[in-house]
């Protein structure tokens, strides 16, 4: 099993940047890909970005592409959400969560075994 902790959320204006965190603990960090998700309020959770174990390849929603960065630091069993140019729409809990070692990054919250607590981003117009 691993444990996953969210952190960076906060308040921006548009147009600026936010760096969120999820710190993993409990089974090697390298025997997952990694995920980010997020819920609006009265939506359902959507997939944002995702990365395989070792950082090699990544995916994106195409609302985020070009916008936000997904990267990982295995020896720091952390992996990140670099959010640039924000958007009042992307006003939401962003969760990251871990699913299995695999050559395919999910896209879908039930492929996800493993997931934080969430943290909440808002941007204002």
């Known amino acids: 099993q691993v444990q996953l902790v969210n952190s960076g959320g906060g308040l921006v204006q548009a147009g600026g940047s936010l760096r969120l965190s999820c710190a993993a603990s409990?089974?090697?960090?390298?025997?997952?890909?990694m995920g980010w998700f997020r819920q609006a309020p009265g939506k359902e959770r959507e997939f944002v970005a995702g990365?395989?174990?070792?950082?090699?390849?990544?995916y994106y929603v195409d609302s985020v592409k070009g916008r936000f960065t997904i990267s990982r630091d295995n020896a720091k069993n952390t992996v990140y959400l670099q959010m640039n140019s924000l958007k009042p729409e992307d006003t939401a809990v962003y969760y990251c969560?871990?699913?299995?070692?695999?050559?395919?990054?999910?896209?879908?919250?039930?492929?996800?075994?493993?997931w934080g607590q969430g943290t909440q981003v808002t941007v204002s117009s």
């Open positions: 969560a871990a699913h299995e070692r695999s050559v395919r990054i999910g896209v879908r919250t039930y492929e996800y075994d493993y």
């Open positions: 409990g089974r090697t960090f390298s025997s997952y890909n």
């Open positions: 990365t395989t174990w070792n950082g090699g390849r990544s």
